[in-house]
């Protein structure tokens, strides 16, 4: 049901939950120009783009949301384990991006491999973890 709610639209599930129509409207249209984006960019990995910076903030945010959804679920173990995975596994991918377009950009070094792909198997094996154990 779509209620009309302080000047806001809601969507009200069975759980009582409250979803923003226009969060999830931003959510979808970032995604699809995000998308386009990628799509019409030309690959070339010696220059720093919009695209390379995204990444490592989309990963900071997912991790720093997982994490406060771990404080929040404090009274579940299951629910503090895996939401604290997610984040910390979220960080860790952040932090080989930051790894990554530094070796590639500033040091102008092809890196593969490299410690970065540290992060990325710590990052792997936390989202592991998360799917099994959730």
């Known amino acids: 049901m779509l209620l009309y709610f302080r000047s806001k639209f809601y969507f009200n599930s069975?759980?009582?939950f409250k979803i923003n129509c226009k969060i999830v409207g931003l959510i979808l249209f970032?995604?699809?120009?995000l998308y386009v984006y990628t799509l019409n960019s030309v690959d070339n990995s010696e220059t720093f783009e919009i695209i390379?910076?995204?990444y490592v903030i989309d990963a900071l945010i997912c991790g720093i949301c997982?994490?406060?959804a771990a404080l929040k679920y404090r009274g579940s173990k299951i629910f503090v384990k895996t939401y604290?995975?997610?984040g910390l596994g979220f960080l860790m991918l952040s932090v080989g991006y930051v790894?990554?377009?530094?070796y590639e950009i500033v040091l102008d070094i092809e890196s593969c491999?490299?410690?970065s792909d540290i992060f990325?198997?710590?990052y792997i094996s936390l989202e592991i973890f998360y799917l099994v154990v959730f």
């Open 30 to 33: 970032f995604t699809v120009v």
């Open 84 to 86: 604290f995975a997610l």
């Open 52 to 54: 390379d910076g995204l």
């Open 99 to 102: 790894i990554l377009n530094y």
């Open 14 to 16: 069975n759980n009582g």
């Open 120 to 122: 990325y198997l710590i």
């Open 66 to 68: 997982a994490i406060t």
């Open 113 to 115: 491999p490299s410690i």
